[in-house]
């Protein structure tokens, strides 16, 4: 039962991401700034949510036992944090959840944003979600939904690279 209740906590460290994600969002709005990929943004959204659920309720069904298994998914789930709070910072004001191209977007051309494209994919949300998986041994759930997610991401991406490049000549 403790694995659930790890899971739960851990799923808890999402909400501050949540609300800079909301207060960015409010703002980029209110200044004239374009949503793209609105159907795809949700869905990522509701698919990452059943894996989280469905990951969290396998582990407390199946009292899930603390091994070397939950040991890796903690050390992943860290590094996937630390990618989060980088990424957030860097992007700052233009970071969320969805895709939004602000009035005043500014290319971020840091280092790990020039060698490692959407690194808040690859390092953050893929890494966090295999972590979940790791920890809650949950691969009867997780990897139907997984699959899911990868479909719908690698379409974000593939919308996202064709937003910057119309948007920043330099991209």
């Known amino acids: ?99 939004y191209i602000a009035k005043d977007h500014q290319l971020v051309q840091s280092p790990l944003f020039k060698h490692i494209r959407h690194p808040n994919y690859y390092m953050n949300i893929i890494p966090e979600l295999i972590a979940f998986a790791l920890i809650s041994q949950a691969w009867i759930v997780f990897t139907p939904l997984f699959v899911l997610h990868l479909l719908t991401l690698f379409n974000r991406i593939a919308l996202e690279e064709k937003v910057m490049k119309e948007t920043f000549r330099q991209y």
């Not at 991401?17 to 795809?40: C, F, H, M, Q, V």
Request: charged share 10%.
């Open 1 to 99: 039962m403790i694995i659930g209740f790890i899971l739960l906590a851990i799923c808890l460290l999402r909400v501050p991401s949540a609300l800079i994600s909301a207060r960015n969002e409010k703002r980029i709005k209110a200044s004239g700034g374009t949503e793209y990929g609105t159907t795809n943004s949700k869905l990522l959204i509701i698919v990452q949510g059943f894996i989280y659920l469905s990951c969290i309720v396998f582990a407390f069904i199946n009292d899930v036992q603390f091994n070397v298994l939950t040991i890796v998914g903690l050390i992943v789930y860290a590094f996937s944090m630390a990618s989060l709070v980088y990424v957030i910072r860097t992007l700052g004001p233009f970071w969320t959840f969805k895709l």
